[in-house]
């Protein structure tokens, strides 16, 4: 409804506070009104500090006044509200419960769009043009709407904090600085956010780069998972038809060969039988004659018998059976365990060339393979349990400590097992070891060596064949007080270092690395090698003096 031209605009009446129509409405000395209530929630906010301000032109007005109402203005709003003036129209934006509401508005709250952290108050947006409009409320320091307003007032004075205490790292007010904080480090909290905000950035920029290089890594890996994903379908494409095709070349030898059974067969069997109607014959010609034998001896005439003797028919030469060769159910036993063999072959080559595939396999490298660890406490999330296989040990080594430590006795035994070490003092693991594994040897004695080595290092001889370290099976570091020798194929390497009576091992078998450490209260690199492992590996020691021993550790991880 449009505005009568003899009616005052809404705004003359309205209170500037709650921006409704006067109620129970005062004025003050610099001549605003207000409402009773809404004036008084204001001045409520300043009476710490005994000045009270007009919330339009910022009067000072001190001691705070009792407020009385204006009758006469009452009566105006009153007769106007009858003629159907109402408080100038806004857009509503009431607040939610996730919202946080206006500390201005009466009844239903509007929404707060700031919260001024000078007032410590929330403001809808009829409410906050005070803020922009005074010259006063222009210096307060405005920010989204937040419900942790009280959080910025000091719980022991009650006042707004504003300071900052680099000694204790916590905020403060004024009087605090002065109190319990007197003599600290203190600066304004907006200095200190000046310099933490510099701080800020600086590792924003660092977390940005960091989310650069990781996207970047995301990418490799992508594209490694797509070469990964393409190759092994290749591989597995492969590697059916390789399968198909010795598939296809057993079942043709195995055709041919059922062939030539067969053919054998019918020869054999054409054979015997044409022997067997040539005996049958015979048979018949023999049954015929004993018939006329037979009938010319039981002829009673003496002279008839006689006339008739020389007539049967002489016998023909006879088929010795002698001459058959019968050899009961041995007819192709020969060709039966001919295959037998030929299938045992191939089982073991198919044993061992699988060994070889199925490590080929586990080898497969991932562009972005985890880094060494850098302190004890990432080696020891590899950390491994291992013990001895006494099988291997040397006749003169003695295991004990639930198969964990070694101790050189000269025990010479009478009998040792036939996988022991005959010509060194040494022995294996029984575990084997691939993928990444840490352990860590405690020794004491004057000399032992630290080693991996292939299950099938050679154990009947003394030469280097057996030797940890001397040959292309076995990798091995000699530690002799604060000196150590790593020797690899028979090559050795002097190395200085820190004396040690423990040695921490890292493996990492698929990338080929094997690094030595001392053990101490830090851990510092003796030696570190980087080859390939076709193979997985066993843990070694080897004992050199009488009564030394070594003893793989317990770990806590």
């Known amino acids: 409804m449009a505005q009568k031209e003899d009616q005052p605009d809404p705004k003359t009446i309205t209170c500037s506070i709650c921006l409704e129509l006067l109620k129970d409405p005062v004025t003050i000395i610099c001549g605003h009104s207000y409402c009773m209530s809404c004036l008084e929630t204001h001045w409520n906010h300043q009476e710490q500090s005994g000045i009270y301000e007009c919330p339009q032109c910022r009067a000072t007005i001190t001691p705070r006044p009792v407020l009385m109402k204006s009758t006469v203005l009452a009566d105006l709003v009153e007769q106007l509200k ?3 003036l109402q408080a100038a129209p806004a857009d509503h934006c009431y607040a939610g419960p996730e919202d946080v509401a206006c500390g201005y508005c009466k009844g239903r709250k509007l929404k707060a769009i700031k919260s001024c952290l000078d007032c410590l108050a929330s403001y809808c947006e009829k409410h906050i043009q005070y803020h922009y409009d ?11 709407p937040s419900k942790n307003l009280q959080k910025n007032i000091c719980s ?3 006042e707004v904090m504003k300071m900052f205490c680099r000694t204790d790292q916590k905020c403060i ?5 002065v109190d319990e904080h007197k003599g600290h480090d203190t600066v304004s909290a907006e200095a200190e956010r000046t310099e933490r905000q510099r701080e800020l950035e600086v590792r924003r920029e660092e977390i940005q780069q960091r989310i650069q290089d990781r996207e970047k890594d995301v990418q490799l890996l992508q594209q490694e998972v797509e070469a990964i994903n393409h190759s092994a379908d290749k591989t597995v494409e ?3 038809k390789i399968f198909t095709e010795l598939i296809r070349l057993i079942q043709k030898r195995s055709s041919d060969l059922n062939q030539q059974i067969r053919s054998q067969q019918e020869t054999e069997v054409s054979r015997v039988k044409e022997l067997q109607e040539k005996l049958e014959q015979e048979i018949t010609e023999l049954k015929r004659k004993d018939a006329e034998l037979k009938q010319l001896s039981n002829t009673e005439d003496h002279n008839q018998f006689l006339h008739n003797y020389p007539s ?15 050899r009961p159910l041995r007819y192709f036993e020969d060709v039966t365990a001919a295959v037998s063999e030929l299938r045992d072959k191939l089982q073991d080559i198919l044993r061992d060339t699988w060994t070889n595939i199925s490590l080929t396999l586990t080898e497969v490298e991932v562009l972005l393979s985890e880094p060494e ?4 406490a990432g080696f020891l999330k590899y950390s491994c349990e291992i013990t001895l296989d006494p099988n291997t040990a040397h006749k003169d080594l003695e295991v004990s400590e639930e198969n964990r430590k070694v101790t050189h006795l000269n025990k010479n035994k009478l009998y040792s097992p036939r996988d022991s070490f005959k010509g060194w003092t040494q022995i294996l693991s029984r575990e084997s070891l691939t993928g990444r594994c840490y352990w860590e040897v405690e020794w004491i004695g004057r000399e032992i060596e630290v080693a991996v080595a292939y299950k099938n290092i050679r154990r009947d001889s003394g030469d280097n064949e057996s030797g940890f370290g001397r040959n292309e099976k076995s990798w091995a570091l000699n530690c002799y007080q604060n000196r150590y020798i790593f020797w690899y194929n028979n090559i050795w390497t002097s190395i200085s270092g820190p004396e040690t009576s423990r040695v921490g091992v890292y ?13 101490s209260e830090t851990m510092t690199l003796i030696h570190r090698v980087q080859t390939t492992f076709t193979q997985p590996l066993h843990a070694g020691l080897r004992i050199y003096y009488y009564k030394d021993t070594a003893e793989f550790c317990k770990l806590k991880f």
Do not use: M, Q, W
């Open 82 to 84: 009858k003629t159907g």
């Open 134 to 144: 005074s010259a006063t409320f222009k210096k307060h320091k405005l920010v989204k």
């Open 156 to 158: 022991r004075h009650d």
């Open 173 to 177: 007010c004024y009087l605090c600085s």
């Open 238 to 240: 492969d590697s059916e």
């Open 312 to 326: 049967p028919s002489a016998l023909s030469e006879s088929t010795h059976s002698s001459s058959i060769n019968i």
């Open 373 to 376: 660890p850098k302190s004890r």
């Open 507 to 519: 493996l990492d078998h698929r990338a080929g690395l094997l690094s030595f450490y001392s053990v």
